[in-house]
């Protein structure tokens, strides 16, 4: 996933240090453990922005690219729990 984030950015022309891409893993730790947010909404993009801004001083270039990042995971859950849903029918589907 760090990989991802990092190429991501890279194809939008922001130069991130990779261990700083890091972060998003942390971003997503926290949230899951904050029980008050769904899905840890508001609490990736936050903690996320706040690692970014290390290497962006703009804090919202920060949090818009944070949110970019939480964007491009929930395309990537969608896409597993499509894949999911497809392999589930097919394997219980009465041929």
């Known amino acids: 996933m760090v990989a991802a984030y990092w190429l991501m950015f890279r194809s939008i022309s922001v130069h991130i240090d990779p261990v700083v891409m890091l972060s998003q893993a942390v971003a997503n730790v926290a949230g899951i453990l904050v029980p008050f947010a769904p899905a840890g909404l508001g609490v990736r993009e936050a903690a996320g922005a706040g690692y970014l801004m290390t290497q962006i001083p703009d804090a919202g270039a920060a949090l818009v690219y944070a949110s970019m ?15 999911g849903l497809l392999i589930r029918s097919r394997l219980y589907s009465k041929d």
Do not use: G, M, Q
């Not at 990042?69 to 894949?83: G, H, M």
């Open 69 to 83: 990042a939480r964007a491009w995971s929930f395309c990537v859950e969608v896409i597993v729990f499509l894949t």
